[in-house]
């Protein structure tokens, strides 16, 4: 079963017959994906007690399984301080936080610990001398996903104007979330998106074509100009 079913599977929670809800359950415990958290929240609010009871026994296992597999990364990565790994090493340990920091089972406090461990070791990785293009992409991907945008904003800001499509949209997506409006409007004029010639006062319905529903990007235009 693909991620990419994750609607059809809720539908199969709600019409299906009992074996193939069952069956769909233990599919997700045995390969949980992030993508399958809200699929299981479903399951869990069922209106067949059969399907709540499964639900309830793969939820409590995943997050017992997460909160250990978060304890290890948290040791391993006190452990191994600031020394040097092979890129494949640190690339291994950064997946394994993503994982625990994405998986929907942790609590805040421990959410918050596993993630800054996350983006330290993005950080580590990104300054290691065997980091290639690929390698960079990879861990910039990572660091979105558990929140490093800061990090990722200071990795790429000294190359905003040669970034490639994925970079620049790694790039503004985090200057989105770090709510920097007037970097981000900077950047889209930069690419000649909005041009110069016309009113410094943007419209909204062009902004929405850019750069998705962030119209108060416009107020940023507006007070620069």
Do not use: W
Not at 3 to 15: G, K
Not at 113 to 129: E, H, K, P, Y
Not at 196 to 213: A, D, E, M, Y
């Amino acid at each position: 079963m693909c991620i990419r079913d994750r609607p059809n599977m809720t539908r199969v929670l709600d019409t299906a017959d009992l074996p193939t809800k069952q069956a769909m359950l233990g599919f997700i415990g045995l390969n949980y994906h992030s993508d399958f958290h809200s699929v299981l929240q479903h399951a869990l609010a069922s209106s067949d007690a059969i399907v709540r009871v499964q639900a309830a026994a793969v939820f409590a296992k995943l997050r017992e399984s997460f909160k250990a597999r978060a304890k290890v990364c948290l040791s391993r990565q006190r452990a191994s301080g600031v020394d040097r790994s092979d890129i494949a090493d640190e690339l291994e340990r950064i997946e394994e936080l993503r994982a625990c920091v994405t998986s929907g089972f942790l609590d805040p406090s421990e959410r918050r610990a596993v993630g800054q461990a996350a983006i330290d070791a993005c950080g580590m990785a990104l300054s290691n001398g065997e980091c290639d293009d690929q390698t960079e992409r990879q861990i910039l991907r990572e660091l979105a996903d558990v929140g490093g945008h800061e990090k990722i904003r200071n990795h790429l800001q000294s190359r905003v104007g040669n970034l490639d499509g994925e970079l620049r949209c790694l790039y503004l997506n985090a200057l989105m979330h770090l709510g920097d409006l007037r970097e981000l409007a900077e950047v889209i004029e930069h690419d000649g998106v909005l041009a110069k010639q016309q009113t410094t006062v943007v419209s909204r319905k062009r902004l929405h074509s850019v750069i998705g529903n962030h119209p108060q990007v416009a107020v940023s235009l507006d007070e620069r100009n």
